[in-house]
Protein backbone atom coordinates (compact mmCIF):
# COMPACT_ATOMS: atom_id res chain seq x y z
CA UNK A 1 0.00 0.00 0.00
CA UNK A 2 1.24 3.52 -0.96
CA UNK A 3 1.20 5.68 2.25
CA UNK A 4 0.88 9.04 0.60
CA UNK A 5 -0.96 11.44 1.85
CA UNK A 6 -3.66 12.48 -0.80
CA UNK A 7 -5.48 9.32 0.12
CA UNK A 8 -7.84 8.84 3.18
CA UNK A 9 -7.18 5.99 4.88
CA UNK A 10 -9.23 4.28 7.40
CA UNK A 11 -8.48 1.51 10.87
CA UNK A 12 -8.53 -1.22 7.85
CA UNK A 13 -6.15 0.23 5.48
CA UNK A 14 -4.02 0.89 8.67
CA UNK A 15 -4.11 -2.77 10.46
CA UNK A 16 -3.39 -3.81 6.78
CA UNK A 17 -0.55 -2.49 6.26
CA UNK A 18 2.22 -4.99 5.79
CA UNK A 19 5.82 -2.85 4.96
CA UNK A 20 8.23 -3.05 7.88
CA UNK A 21 7.52 1.02 9.04
CA UNK A 22 5.52 2.12 11.74
CA UNK A 23 2.77 4.54 10.97
CA UNK A 24 -0.24 6.78 12.56
CA UNK A 25 -3.61 7.18 11.38
CA UNK A 26 -4.90 11.09 11.87
CA UNK A 27 -8.11 11.69 10.93
CA UNK A 28 -7.61 9.69 7.86
CA UNK A 29 -3.72 10.23 6.49
CA UNK A 30 -1.19 8.11 7.22
CA UNK A 31 2.01 9.45 9.23
CA UNK A 32 5.31 7.43 9.40
CA UNK A 33 6.41 6.85 13.21
CA UNK A 34 10.44 7.67 13.20
CA UNK A 35 12.61 5.08 15.30
CA UNK A 36 12.81 7.02 18.88
CA UNK A 37 15.91 8.50 20.43
CA UNK A 38 17.66 6.13 23.25
CA UNK A 39 16.60 8.75 25.71
CA UNK A 40 13.22 8.87 24.82
CA UNK A 41 12.99 4.79 25.12
CA UNK A 42 14.78 4.36 29.23
CA UNK A 43 12.07 7.03 29.79
CA UNK A 44 8.92 5.48 28.13
CA UNK A 45 10.67 1.66 29.58
CA UNK A 46 11.20 3.14 33.40
CA UNK A 47 7.48 4.47 32.92
CA UNK A 48 6.29 1.23 31.87
CA UNK A 49 8.43 -0.88 34.41
CA UNK A 50 7.09 1.18 37.33
CA UNK A 51 3.50 0.41 35.83
CA UNK A 52 4.26 -3.08 35.73
CA UNK A 53 3.59 -2.78 39.86
CA UNK A 54 -0.43 -2.30 39.09
CA UNK A 55 -3.22 -5.35 39.98
CA UNK A 56 -2.62 -7.22 36.45
CA UNK A 57 -6.67 -8.29 37.50
CA UNK A 58 -7.54 -4.70 36.88
CA UNK A 59 -4.99 -3.02 34.18
CA UNK A 60 -3.56 -4.22 31.14
CA UNK A 61 0.05 -2.19 30.24
CA UNK A 62 1.02 -2.62 26.55
CA UNK A 63 4.24 -0.38 25.73
CA UNK A 64 4.76 0.82 21.85
CA UNK A 65 4.16 -0.66 18.87
CA UNK A 66 -0.24 -0.76 20.31
CA UNK A 67 -2.32 0.17 18.45
CA UNK A 68 -4.89 2.73 19.64
CA UNK A 69 -8.01 2.70 17.34
CA UNK A 70 -9.46 6.24 19.04
CA UNK A 71 -11.83 6.66 15.54
CA UNK A 72 -12.30 5.21 12.19
CA UNK A 73 -9.58 7.43 10.82
CA UNK A 74 -7.31 7.82 13.39
CA UNK A 75 -5.27 5.44 15.45
CA UNK A 76 -2.05 6.58 17.43
CA UNK A 77 0.62 4.33 18.71
CA UNK A 78 1.47 6.48 22.12
CA UNK A 79 4.58 5.15 24.00
CA UNK A 80 2.43 3.54 26.87
CA UNK A 81 -1.10 2.60 27.56
CA UNK A 82 -3.45 1.07 30.20
CA UNK A 83 -6.16 -0.10 29.62
CA UNK A 84 -9.15 -1.60 32.64
CA UNK A 85 -11.83 -2.72 30.10
CA UNK A 86 -10.45 -5.97 28.71
CA UNK A 87 -13.48 -5.66 25.99
CA UNK A 88 -11.66 -2.99 24.29
CA UNK A 89 -8.38 -4.57 23.89
CA UNK A 90 -8.45 -6.56 19.94
CA UNK A 91 -5.84 -8.80 18.18
CA UNK A 92 -4.80 -5.39 16.53
CA UNK A 93 -4.65 -3.01 19.75
CA UNK A 94 -7.17 -1.37 21.65
CA UNK A 95 -10.54 -0.17 20.22
CA UNK A 96 -11.81 3.20 22.22
CA UNK A 97 -10.40 5.02 24.70
CA UNK A 98 -7.67 3.83 27.11
CA UNK A 99 -7.51 5.34 30.88
CA UNK A 100 -4.09 6.22 30.39
CA UNK A 101 -2.17 7.22 27.61
CA UNK A 102 1.84 8.35 27.98
CA UNK A 103 3.80 10.05 25.07
CA UNK A 104 7.39 10.66 25.92
CA UNK A 105 8.51 13.99 23.80
CA UNK A 106 12.25 13.63 22.53
CA UNK A 107 13.83 16.81 20.44
CA UNK A 108 14.10 14.98 17.26
CA UNK A 109 9.81 14.50 17.22
CA UNK A 110 9.34 17.67 18.53
CA UNK A 111 10.85 19.72 15.41
CA UNK A 112 10.09 17.60 12.86
CA UNK A 113 7.63 18.11 10.49
CA UNK A 114 4.49 17.55 12.54
CA UNK A 115 5.20 20.06 15.46
CA UNK A 116 0.73 20.24 15.46
CA UNK A 117 1.16 16.93 16.48
CA UNK A 118 1.09 17.04 19.98
CA UNK A 119 -1.63 19.33 20.12
CA UNK A 120 -3.90 17.21 17.78
CA UNK A 121 -3.19 14.32 19.81
CA UNK A 122 -4.42 16.15 23.07
CA UNK A 123 -7.68 16.92 21.29
CA UNK A 124 -8.28 13.32 19.93
CA UNK A 125 -7.41 11.88 23.28
CA UNK A 126 -10.04 14.50 24.83
CA UNK A 127 -12.80 13.92 22.81
CA UNK A 128 -12.24 9.93 22.56
CA UNK A 129 -12.38 10.06 26.26
CA UNK A 130 -8.82 9.21 27.58
CA UNK A 131 -9.00 9.81 31.32
CA UNK A 132 -5.60 10.36 31.51
CA UNK A 133 -3.11 11.66 29.17
CA UNK A 134 0.68 12.27 30.24
CA UNK A 135 3.31 13.78 28.16
CA UNK A 136 6.73 13.19 29.87
CA UNK A 137 9.38 15.93 28.78
CA UNK A 138 13.27 14.34 28.98
CA UNK A 139 14.70 17.62 28.14
CA UNK A 140 12.77 19.22 31.12
CA UNK A 141 12.86 15.89 32.86
CA UNK A 142 8.79 16.85 33.63
CA UNK A 143 5.69 15.21 33.02
CA UNK A 144 2.32 17.17 31.89
CA UNK A 145 -0.39 15.38 33.34
CA UNK A 146 -3.97 15.98 31.71
CA UNK A 147 -6.75 14.35 33.70
CA UNK A 148 -10.36 14.42 32.20
CA UNK A 149 -12.61 16.46 34.02
CA UNK A 150 -16.33 17.43 33.55
CA UNK A 151 -15.50 16.78 29.52
CA UNK A 152 -12.48 18.44 29.56
CA UNK A 153 -8.67 18.10 30.53
CA UNK A 154 -7.03 20.09 33.71
CA UNK A 155 -3.35 19.91 33.51
CA UNK A 156 -0.37 19.26 36.50
CA UNK A 157 2.97 19.65 36.01
CA UNK A 158 5.16 17.04 37.70
CA UNK A 159 9.13 17.36 37.75
CA UNK A 160 12.32 15.08 38.36
CA UNK A 161 12.58 15.18 42.40
CA UNK A 162 8.94 14.38 42.75
CA UNK A 163 6.00 11.56 42.55
CA UNK A 164 3.72 11.43 40.16
CA UNK A 165 0.20 10.32 41.09
CA UNK A 166 -1.97 8.86 38.40
CA UNK A 167 -5.68 9.48 39.19
CA UNK A 168 -7.13 7.24 36.67
CA UNK A 169 -5.29 4.39 38.11
CA UNK A 170 -6.40 4.46 41.40
CA UNK A 171 -3.93 6.87 42.26
CA UNK A 172 -0.98 4.66 41.41
CA UNK A 173 2.22 6.57 42.13
CA UNK A 174 5.38 7.39 39.61
CA UNK A 175 8.70 7.81 41.34
CA UNK A 176 10.06 10.38 38.17
CA UNK A 177 13.30 10.59 40.06
CA UNK A 178 13.91 6.96 38.43
CA UNK A 179 12.01 7.78 35.20
CA UNK A 180 14.37 10.99 34.49
CA UNK A 181 18.31 9.50 36.31
CA UNK A 182 19.42 8.49 32.80
CA UNK A 183 18.47 11.86 31.37
CA UNK A 184 21.40 14.09 29.97
CA UNK A 185 20.96 17.96 30.50
Same mark, same amino acid.
Given at each position: ?????????? $???????????? $? %? @???????????????????????????? +??? /? %?????????????? #???? &?????? /???????????? +??????????????? $?????????????????????? &??? $????????????? #???????? &? /??? #????????? %????? #???? @??????????
Amino acid at each position: MDANNSTRYT $YEDWAALDDSNR $Y %E @LVDGKLIMMSAPLTERQDVAYEIARQLG +GLD /S %EKYCVFPSPYGVRL #FEDT &VFQPDI /SVISDRSKIAIK +GCKGAPDLIVEVMSG $YNTKRDYDHLPVVKYLKYLEAG &VRE $YWIAHPDSMTVSA #FRLSDGKY &V /STI #FRKGEKACI %EALDD #FVID @LDLVFCNCIL
